[in-house]
């Protein structure tokens, strides 16, 4: 038998983001690019035997070219060459380049710089803008991180990086994603926005909350190539959120189970550790890597001393952590 969560989200996968169309209209009426979630599946689920197996990746810049001036022609151009002349490997392979750069390759115009890596084919963490091990957590089972400068998430387990991907915050001219330490909350397999707008359901799947006061999720959702364009919550990639959502541990209470009521139990124990670090992008846009003179390099997050260095979000932080120093733990 299906499981009808997952009947209905490739449902809507299939009929949103799979035609071969991908711009859409955005709230405020301008064109946005979105990623077809179904398609990158495969490159975010690659998985190594261990860290130490993947090897480090370089940069090369592509320009697109055509003597014609023809965007089709140049991007047909680039897809040999990411192919080594099997235009339909280079296609599969520019999925990677694409999610890398946040740029969809039908945006690209004759004379735009696009940045390729060495290695194709590879764990998607070796393109990880996050260090592969995080010393500061190794005492931490779980640890989720969301940076807003690069608009990516990390989940890391006693230090080691388990998996990484791309995201969307808070719009931050009106309802940015806050900064500081959280802890998952609640979950949900399918919830409907309480934002919908009359007449309208926006639908929400592989729902975890971290910010239980304003309602502030993680979930699966379209997601621009640009930056910060949600209402406060983060939007993922379908596999992304579903894996994240098996992932992830709830907080505990003493009303039977861990669900949405957080008025039917006391709090006793948190979820799983989130960190939201960084600064929206200036232009509303993450720059993933630096364009050096002779190759681009990849920027890094970097990451607190420890993650309890991060100011507490709300007063459940603050509450645990005055448990965490009259036990005399760190």
Request: charged fraction near 25%.
């Given at each position: ?5 997952r009947?209905?989200?490739r ?43 993947i ?43 694409e ?10 115009t ?18 990880s ?47 940015p ?66 894996w ?12 039977r ?24 992008p ?6 993933p ?42």
């Amino acid at each position: 038998m299906r499981h009808p969560i997952r009947f209905l989200l490739r449902a809507a996968l299939s009929a949103a983001l799979l035609l071969p169309l991908t711009v859409l209209l955005s709230t405020d009426g301008h064109a946005q690019s979105y990623i077809n979630q179904t398609a990158v599946a495969d490159i975010l689920n690659r998985r190594a035997e261990t860290l130490d197996d993947i090897p480090e990746v370089y940069y090369n810049y592509r320009v697109l070219y055509d003597d014609r001036d023809n965007s089709v022609r140049a991007r047909n151009r680039l897809y040999k060459i990411l192919g080594h002349g099997d235009m339909a490997l280079g296609r599969k392979r520019a999925q990677l380049v694409e999610l890398l750069n946040r740029r969809l390759m039908q945006d690209l115009t004759v004379g735009d710089t696009i940045v390729v890596p060495t290695d194709f084919n590879l764990d998607f963490r070796a393109y990880s803008p996050f260090p592969r091990y995080y010393t500061g957590a190794r005492e931490f089972d779980k640890l989720f991180i969301i940076d807003k400068t690069i608009q990516a998430w990390a989940a890391y387990e006693y230090g080691k990086l388990a998996r990484w991907g791309i995201v969307n915050t808070g719009n931050p001219d009106e309802s940015p994603t806050p900064t500081g330490r959280y802890n998952f909350n609640w979950q949900e397999e399918h919830r409907v926005s309480s934002l919908s707008p009359p007449g309208e359901t926006w639908d929400m799947y592989w729902v975890f909350n971290f910010h239980q006061a304003r309602g502030i999720h993680i979930h699966q959702y379209p997601l621009p190539t640009g930056g910060p364009t949600s209402h406060g919550c983060v939007r993922l990639v379908d596999a992304d959120a579903e894996w994240i959502y098996h992932w992830a541990d709830t907080w505990r209470t003493t009303a039977r189970g861990s669900g949405i009521g957080s008025g039917q139990g006391r709090i006793v124990e948190p979820g799983t550790t989130v960190l939201v670090l960084g600064e929206d992008p200036k232009d509303d846009h993450p720059h993933p890597f630096d364009f050096k003179k002779r190759y681009p390099v990849l920027k890094r997050v970097d990451l607190p001393e420890h993650p309890y260095d991060v100011p507490p979000g709300t007063p459940q932080q603050e509450y645990f952590d005055r448990l965490r120093f009259a036990e005399g733990t760190n």
